[in-house]
C-alpha cells in the first residue's frame, strides 16, 4: 500500500527559528514526486516546495528547503527563519509518475511562537 | 489566488438530500481531481477527470458521483447524504493530468458541506 507518514501531529518554533518537519512514505515505485502543502486557518492548500525522485539535489524555496532521503524514503521540510505567517498544518504528499492523484500525509500542526 | 474557483463557499444541509458542488480549473488546465478532507480520514483523493472523460476513481463512494464538461468545469454530486459525509471537499487542477513531468496540482479554496 502507498502510505505517507507525518510522525508530529504538532510543532512549536520560536519566531526567527528553524524547524523541521518530518515525513516519510512507503512506495515501490522508483519514479515519483514529493510535495508539501501548507493550510493556514484560511483552509486554501498552497503548494509550499515540490521533490523529484530522480533529482538527488534537495529542492530549495527560500526559507524552505527538503532533506530527501531516497533509499530511507524520507521527506522532511525545514523552515528557517520562520515568521508568524508560517503557522499551518503542514501535509506531506506524493504522487507516482504514471498516477495523477496526490497521495497525503495525517499532517503536521506548526504554531510559531512571537 | 490559485486560480482554481469553487461554489459554494459553504453549503448546510439534512441527512438524505442531494447536492452539487462546483468547480472551475485554471484556465488551459485539462485535469480536474476532487477531494474530500475530513477530521478522521484526513486528506483523500476520490475523482480525476481529465478533458472530459474519468481518468482515475480513489475512495469515492457509490452515492457519490461527478462529470467534466466541456467547458472543463467539473461537479461533484453527493447524494444520499449522511452526517460522515460533513467534510471539505476541495477541487484541484492541473495542465494535463499528471502525465507531464513535475506536475503540479493547485487547490481551489474548498467547499464546507455539513449534513445535519
Known amino acids: 500500500a502507498q502510505t505517507v507518514t507525518q510522525s508530529q501531529p504538532e510543532m512549536s518554533v520560536q519566531e526567527a527559528e528553524t524547524v523541521t518537519l518530518s515525513c516519510t512514505y512507503d512506495?515501490?515505485?522508483?519514479?515519483?514526486?514529493l510535495f508539501w502543502y501548507k493550510q493556514p486557518p484560511s483552509r486554501q492548500m498552497i503548494l509550499v516546495i515540490r521533490q523529484e525522485a530522480y533529482k538527488q539535489q534537495n529542492a530549495t524555496e527560500n526559507r524552505f528547503s527538503v532533506n530527501f532521503q531516497k533509499a530511507a524514503k524520507s521527506f522532511s521540510l525545514k523552515i528557517s527563519d520562520s515568521q508568524l505567517g508560517d503557522a499551518a498544518m503542514y501535509f506531506c504528499?506524493?504522487?507516482?509518475?504514471?498516477?495523477?492523484?496526490?497521495?497525503f500525509g495525517k499532517g503536521t500542526k506548526l504554531s510559531v511562537k512571537p | 489566488d490559485s486560480g482554481v474557483t469553487q461554489t459554494p463557499k459553504h453549503l448546510i444541509t439534512a441527512t438524505g438530500q442531494r447536492v452539487t458542488l462546483r468547480c472551475s480549473p485554471r484556465?488551459?488546465?485539462?485535469?480536474v481531481y476532487w477531494y474530500q478532507q475530513s477530521l478522521d480520514q484526513g486528506l483523500q483523493f476520490l475523482i480525476q477527470?481529465?478533458?472530459?472523460?474519468?481518468?482515475a476513481k480513489g475512495n469515492i463512494l457509490e452515492r457519490f458521483s461527478a462529470q467534466q464538461f466541456p467547458d472543463l468545469h467539473s461537479e461533484l454530486n453527493l447524494s444520499s447524504l449522511e452526517l460522515g459525509d460533513s467534510a471539505l471537499y476541495f477541487c484541484?487542477?492541473?495542465?494535463?493530468?499528471?502525465?507531464?513531468?513535475?506536475?503540479?496540482?493547485?487547490f481551489g479554496p474548498g467547499t464546507r458541506l455539513l449534513v445535519l
Open positions: 477527470y481529465y478533458n472530459g472523460e474519468e481518468r
Open positions: 512506495t515501490s515505485e522508483s519514479d515519483y514526486y
Open positions: 504528499a506524493y504522487r507516482i509518475r504514471s498516477q495523477g492523484n496526490l497521495i
Open positions: 484556465s488551459g488546465d485539462l485535469s
Open positions: 484541484a487542477s492541473s495542465g494535463t493530468g499528471g502525465a507531464a513531468i513535475g506536475e503540479t496540482q493547485y
